[in-house]
Nanobody
Framework: QVQLVESGGGLVEFGGSLRLSCVASENIFMFNSMAWYRQAPGQERELVARINLAGITNYAASMEDRFTIFRDGAKKAVYLQMNSLKSEDTAVYYC?????????WGQGTQVTVSS
């Protein structure tokens, strides 16, 4: 069973930065893609950023100029660097790994941006 463990969330001021980490129990290159999603209270879970096996990344439009997803295969980790954080970025952030047809999720890490 694949396990994903997120860390790095917390309370940050408006305009600040955070880096989220997701460490997998398996070699991350066995996944078709890895991604970060987020879910704010009362909202549906939404895609933040994805990186595929070839290293190609894609982002939600509202985050493309502020967030960066990258990986370190040796550490079995994928990261989300978040800059210029806004109040609307407040959410639980989830790591996702995709090995079709299966998907795996981490437990989530809370990010709270104070105004």
């Amino acid at each position: 069973q694949v396990q994903l463990v997120e860390s790095g969330g917390g309370l940050v001021e408006f305009g600040g930065s955070l880096r989220l980490s997701c460490v997998a129990s398996e070699n991350i290159f066995m996944f078709n893609s890895m991604a970060w999603y987020r879910q704010a209270p009362g909202q549906e879970r939404e895609l933040v950023a994805r990186i595929n096996l070839a290293g190609i990344t894609n982002y939600a439009a509202s985050m493309e100029d502020r967030f960066t997803i990258f990986r370190d295969g040796a550490k079995k980790a994928v990261y989300l660097q978040m800059n210029s954080l806004k109040s609307e970025d407040t959410a639980v952030y989830y790591c996702n790994a995709n090995v079709l047809p299966k998907q795996y999720w981490g437990q989530g890490t809370q990010v709270t941006v104070s105004s």
